[in-house]
């Protein structure tokens, strides 16, 4: 069992930045896959970035060169820094893990609210 716990969301002007993170707790950190997700009103939940446990990266094309994503072994928690945010950035972020070993499992945070707004 994996638990996952968020900070770092609120309201920003256009242009602005956040960043996310997300402690994971209950598993080995480095056997976990660790990924961001958005979901807007009215839409589906979409990836935003993931980070494989050796560091690898997959962006959204829509974030690519503004978001990054980055992982810290020791604190076992992950990072999202969002640069140059913009209004369709605005969406509800959730923190995701996936362990290695049990890749048919998926965890979720609780979500932490992001507005873009001037």
């Known amino acids: 069992q994996v638990e996952l716990g968020e900070s770092g969301g609120g309201l920003v002007q256009p242009g602005g930045s956040l960043r996310l993170s997300c402690v994971a707790y209950?598993?080995?950190?480095?056997?976990?896959?660790m990924g961001w997700y958005r979901q807007a009103p009215g839409k589906e939940r979409e990836l935003v970035a993931r980070?494989?446990?050796?560091?690898?990266?997959t962006y959204a094309d829509s974030v690519k060169g503004r978001f990054t994503i980055s992982r810290d072994h020791g604190q076992g928690t992950v990072y999202l820094q969002m640069n140059s945010l913009e209004p369709e950035d605005t969406a509800v972020y959730y923190c995701?893990?996936?362990?290695?070993?049990?890749?048919?499992?998926?965890?979720w945070g609780q979500g932490t609210q992001v507005t873009v707004s001037s």
């Open positions: 995701n893990a996936v362990p290695i070993t049990a890749p048919s499992k998926n965890y």
């Open positions: 209950g598993s080995i950190f480095s056997n976990l896959v």
């Open positions: 980070i494989s446990a050796g560091g690898g990266t």
